[in-house]
């Protein structure tokens, strides 16, 4: 470990820490270690630095002061095999990739979000519905909604039903690309850049890499002759594809660039909006006290007549408490992107070298004993108690409206207006709409187990498949949920 730089575990002769970096749950070791070495510490792998914030402060510094420095990504060899550098979400800093955020903005920023919302309402609505029509599919149901929701926007391709088989694939698509990144999954080609030269018949990289290529773009270029199709026969959706086919030359994109970009929103966009929703569902299972809380304000506030609107949230402190609390407690990126400095930088008085990987570690940041009371303990009234959920005297430097589990700086999610309506929408929805209990085995009569614990093992941070009893609260509201999907439906025409 050289002068200066955070300090961090005990390293070995040329490998550094590799022996130490975690397989498994890496942000709960990388918490542990932030508990030991400090807000701010460094590993190393090979000849390589990696530092991990773990502070509110530290990350203000690191990510945002610092930013013109600190929004570069590290090279991963794999993903270029896959997206010869088209991609954005670890595409490398620079001007190519201020264009993908350029245009980004067109789709995303929080004006052009307002014009997504009845689209959203329609989508939440269908999810209310199926979930009326099979409690059981309830995982399944989230997922259509957030993964129709992207494709409709970018491709104008809607996906009514969870056994679509478009959506079927998408998800496939996206745990095999996750596989690409998951730590301990593949030899540490880029800690070793030698590995790369070990020859095919003995590596199982990079035909994987190529099956993961020909299948996403068999995928989504079938999703571009589509767009193609309705623009040569005057049948526009108004999704953004159309729009960057006839105008993508305003943002220096040739037909490769426009299909990784579209690509990579969509990838970026279907999984984390519905992790989050799971994760949101299996935290009322978990705590019924806080579901009654909430579902009494919605009660008081909205009724039994009419289903809730977006407006209605600036009415609901506690159920804008329950939101930020799961974006805390279930962060789903837990150390966010990895990002990667392109200059020499200081950070809390440590030296940060060019060319160091860091990542901002959303999940210790979440539980920063300095920060939070009882950090591991699902307790939204923390979010009423002060307007970031920090406990009395904390320093709040650092400390944001926007959660931290969108990361940081100038590669902070794009996503976040689009994101947010729809965590909103159907929060309020299922607060509303059902009543949400442990299911029980038909046999056994035993409760089913559930647990926010139980997670997917991968790079984000998503909850394996659970049951639960969900139904309606009432009949009256079962009219308004089916009346409301008729009046909504209008929204889905022009994708027929
Ligand atoms: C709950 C939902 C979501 C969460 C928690 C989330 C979280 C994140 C995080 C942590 C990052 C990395 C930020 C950084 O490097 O500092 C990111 C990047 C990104 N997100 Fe999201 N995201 C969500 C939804 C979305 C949606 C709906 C879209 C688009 C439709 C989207 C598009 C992207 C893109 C394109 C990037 C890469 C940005 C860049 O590298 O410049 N995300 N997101």
Redesign the pocket.
């Known amino acids: 470990r050289q002068q200066g730089l955070p300090p961090g575990p005990p390293t070995l002769p040329l490998i550094g820490n590799l022996h130490l970096f975690p397989t498994t749950r890496a942000h709960l070791k990388f918490t542990e270690w932030a508990a030991t070495y400090g807000n701010i510490y460094s590993v190393k792998i090979g000849s390589q630095t990696a530092v991990f914030i773990s502070s509110a402060k530290c990350a203000r510094e690191c990510?945002e002061l610092n930013s013109a420095t600190t929004s570069d990504?590290p090279e991963m060899h794999m993903l270029n095999l896959v997206y010869q550098g088209n991609e954005?979400?670890?595409?490398r800093y620079g001007p190519y990739?201020k264009n993908?955020?350029r245009a980004?903005h067109h789709?995303?920023s929080k004006d052009a979000c307002n014009t997504h919302l009845a689209l959203q309402r329609a989508g939440a609505n269908l999810m209310m519905n199926a979930i009326l029509e099979s409690p059981q599919n309830i995982y399944d149901h989230i997922q259509r909604y957030?993964t129709s929701l992207?494709l409709e926007?970018?491709f104008g391709v809607h996906c009514p039903t969870y056994d679509d088989p478009l959506i079927k694939e998408h998800y496939e698509i996206e745990r095999q690309t996750e596989l690409l990144i998951k730590p301990g999954e593949h030899p540490p080609i880029d800690a070793f850049p030698i590995l790369r030269y070990i020859p095919e018949r003995w590596t199982r990289w990079r035909s994987m890499c190529r099956d993961i290529r020909n299948r996403q773009r068999k995928y989504f270029l079938n999703f571009v002759d589509r767009c193609l199709d309705r623009i040569a026969n005057e049948k526009k959706t108004g999704c953004f594809m159309e729009y960057l086919l006839e105008n993508g030359g305003e943002y220096g994109f040739n037909r490769e660039n426009t299909l990784y970009f579209a690509l990579?929103?969509?990838l970026?966009?279907?999984d984390?909006?519905a992790?989050?929703l799971q994760f949101f569902v299996l935290c009322m299972l978990e705590n019924p006290e806080i579901l009654a809380k909430a579902q009494r304000e919605i009660d008081d506030v909205i009724g039994n007549d009419r289903v809730p609107e977006l407006k209605d949230l600036e009415n609901l402190p506690y159920v804008r408490a329950i939101i930020n609390e799961v974006?805390r407690y279930r962060?789903?990126?837990p150390t966010?992107?990895?990002?990667y400095t392109i200059a020499d930088i200081k950070v809390a008085g440590y030296l940060i070298p060019k060319g160091t990987t860091i990542f901002?570690n959303?999940w210790g940041i979440g539980r920063d004993p300095e920060l939070y009371e009882d950090p591991d303990r699902f307790w939204p009234e923390r979010f009423v108690n002060s307007e970031f959920g920090t406990k009395p005297g904390a320093d709040t430097t650092g400390c944001r409206e926007t959660?931290f589990?969108?990361?940081?700086?100038?590669?902070?999610?794009?996503?976040?207006h689009?994101?947010s309506n729809?965590?909103a929408i159907n929060v309020m929805n299922v607060l509303w709409a059902f009543e949400i209990n442990p299911s029980k085995d038909p046999d056994t009569g035993l409760q089913v187990p559930f647990s926010t614990n139980d997670t997917i093992d991968g790079a984000l941070l998503s909850p394996n498949r659970f049951a639960c009893d969900i139904r309606p609260r009432s009949s009256a509201k079962v009219d308004l949920i089916k009346r409301e999907l008729e009046l909504s439906r209008p929204s889905f025409d022009r994708f027929t």
């Open positions: 990510f990504r954005m979400i670890m595409g990739w993908l955020r980004a789709l995303l957030a992207v926007l970018v990579s929103l969509v970026a966009g279907g984390t909006t992790t989050y974006h962060p789903i990126a966010s992107i990895p990002h901002m959303i959660p589990s969108f990361g940081s700086g100038r590669r902070i999610c794009p996503g976040v689009l994101a729809s965590i």
